[in-house]
């Protein structure tokens, strides 16, 4: 099988379903975004030799290619035949924040990413997580909202900034509090 079809050449791309749109649509938009965000989880995956960790995120990358195929179909009669996930995989992230913070000093300050690649690198997938949940809420604002997308897109941001204080603390990486200057 070929890697390049020349579908795309003009600016389109089909979702699931075979509907072309332009590479610019926001469901594009939305299932780009997990995209580029599961290949930095996967650099995150790739900094840590942690057990448990890199099978959390191994999960979560898993999860995310389930995200995309519903972000990339419209069709309603297509989705009971797509993979899905459930509350429990939202319930393991809090689980694992709640075990990463147990470990860590309450925050007192907003922080400042760096100090460390591994640390950086978790705090760059956080911000694409963000982006990814901002396209999803506008993709979904003329559209039924799945909320369970939603949550689970919220909670991955809220555990990777868990995961980059938690790699400062094995680390032995002092956090970089932000200070205003007066």
């Known amino acids: ?48 030799d942690h057990v448990a960790v890199r099978e959390e995120l191994l999960h979560v990358q898993h999860i995310l290619f389930v995200i995309g195929s519903h972000l990339a179909c419209e069709k309603e009669e297509l989705r009971p035949k797509l993979p ?18 147990e470990s860590l000093e309450p925050m007192k300050h907003f922080i400042l ?4 690649p591994t640390i950086s690198h978790c705090h760059v997938a956080r911000a694409v997580c963000r982006r990814a949940e901002r396209n999803i809420v506008a993709l979904y604002s003329d559209l039924p909202k799945d909320l369970l997308i939603i949550t689970y897109v919220n909670r991955l941001a809220d555990y990777l900034f868990v995961l980059a204080r938690y790699f400062g603390k094995l680390l032995k990486v002092e956090e970089i509090a932000w200070v205003t200057k007066k």
Do not use: W
Request: aromatic share 8%; proline share 1%; charged share 25%.
């Open 84 to 101: 899905y996930f459930a509350e429990a995989d939202i319930t393991l992230l809090e689980q694992a924040i709640d075990r990463m913070n």
């Open 1 to 48: 099988m070929k890697i390049y079809t020349k579908t795309g050449d003009k600016g389109l791309t089909s979702l699931l379903g075979g509907t072309r749109v332009e590479k610019s649509n926001a469901r594009i938009e939305s299932y780009g975004t997990i995209d580029e965000l599961n290949s930095f989880v996967g650099l995150v995956r790739d900094c840590t």
């Open 113 to 116: 990413p760096g100090g460390h």
